[in-house]
């Protein structure tokens, strides 16, 4: 199973790609930082992530894609944006027909060090250490992205099965979406 990970971000969202199944060793696909300029448009810079995002999803096909439960903080403002990024990584999802699974950091911070209130270094540490790495990913938050494809991949086991049901509906759902894009380019009629 290749599943990609996503912690959501205006100016920085991590992804990140493994490969494996429950039980045996992981092994890394991809990891990287979409980045977006804090000066530009907020429209703009979800354009910016969904690009990004969807040329990987393209390039590297995942199987499913893991994106970061996003919950109130303090900031409001930083709380919108992160949920406008994770929303811009399921709907590039859907579009494929790929299940979107949405983990607490809790969750993934648990699933690879133990420990759910584990730091950004031991979670970063971890995921070296789990994917057999020269170095630590970097920033954070491509750390923070393999954290959340690693707790897919290993918890996903009982929520895939579940999953198997939607993937079909999501599947179609995609391909209506695809064939009203069509009728519109054509100038057809859109409902």
Known sequence: MRVMGVDPGLTRCGVGVVEGVPGKRLHLVHVSVVRTDPDDEVALRLLGIESGIEALMDE???????????FS???????????????????????????????TPSEAKAAVTGNGRADKAQVTRMVTRL?????APKPAD???????AICHVWRGGARQRL?????????????????????????GSVK
């Not at 994917?131 to 170095?135: A, G, I």
């Not at 491509?142 to 959340?148: E, S, T, V, Y």
């Not at 999953?163 to 894009?181: F, K, P, T, V, Y």
């Open 60 to 70: 590297l096909r995942p199987d499913a894609v893991a994106v970061e439960r996003v």
């Open 73 to 103: 903080q303090h900031n409001v403002r930083t709380v919108m944006g992160t949920a406008q990024a994770a929303g811009v990584a399921m709907l590039s999802a859907a579009r494929r027909g790929l299940p979107v699974a949405l983990h």
């Open 131 to 135: 994917l057999s790495l020269d170095t």
């Open 142 to 148: 491509a750390a923070d992205a393999l954290a959340l």
């Open 163 to 187: 999953a198997a049901g939607q993937r079909s509906r999501i599947e179609d759902a995609a391909r209506a979406e695809r064939a009203r894009l069509a009728a519109r380019s054509r100038g």
